[in-house]
C-alpha cells in the first residue's frame, strides 16, 4: 500500500536550519508530483512547496521562498525539504503529500503522510 513516511523534524532556535524527508512507497514516485505542506494548532493545512516528477519545476509559498528548497531523489523514492533561517512562524507540523500532477498536490489530493514536528524557538 501506499505510504509516505516524514523525519527529520524537532526543535531548533530561530535562524537555523532543518532538512525534512519523506520516504514514499506503494506507488511510482517517479511519475507523480510531490509536495510539502505544514499545519499549525488551530490553523489549516498550508502549502509550502511542490516539485514536478523531474524536478524541474518547483513552486514555493512567498512566506518561505528563498529559505526553503524542495528536491527529490527518483532513485531512492524520496523527497527532502531544505529549511534556512528558520523563523518562530515556521512552527508546524510538516506533510508531504503526493499526487499525480502539481495542480492536484496544491489542491490537495493524492496521498499524505502522517507529519514530522518543527519547532522553532525565538
Known amino acids: 500500500q501506499v505510504q509516505l513516511v516524514e523525519s527529520g523534524g524537532g526543535s531548533i532556535q530561530a535562524g537555523g536550519s532543518l532538512t525534512l524527508s519523506c520516504a514514499a512507497s506503494?506507488?511510482?514516485?517517479?511519475?507523480?508530483?510531490m509536495g510539502w505542506f505544514r499545519q499549525s494548532p488551530g490553523q489549516e493545512r498550508e502549502f509550502v512547496a511542490v516539485?514536478?516528477?523531474?524536478?524541474?519545476?518547483?513552486k514555493y509559498s512567498p512566506s518561505v521562498r528563498d529559505r526553503f528548497t524542495i528536491s527529490r531523489d527518483n532513485t531512492e523514492n524520496m523527497l527532502y525539504l531544505q529549511m534556512n533561517n528558520l523563523k518562530a512562524e515556521d512552527t508546524a507540523v510538516y506533510y508531504c503529500?503526493?499526487?499525480?500532477?502539481?495542480?492536484?498536490?496544491?489542491?490537495?489530493?493524492?496521498?499524505w503522510g502522517l507529519g514530522t514536528q518543527v519547532t522553532v524557538s525565538s
Open positions: 503529500n503526493a499526487a499525480r500532477t502539481t495542480v492536484d498536490v496544491t489542491a490537495r489530493k493524492g496521498y
Open positions: 506503494g506507488f511510482n514516485f517517479s511519475a507523480y508530483a
Open positions: 516539485i514536478t516528477w523531474s524536478g524541474n519545476t518547483r
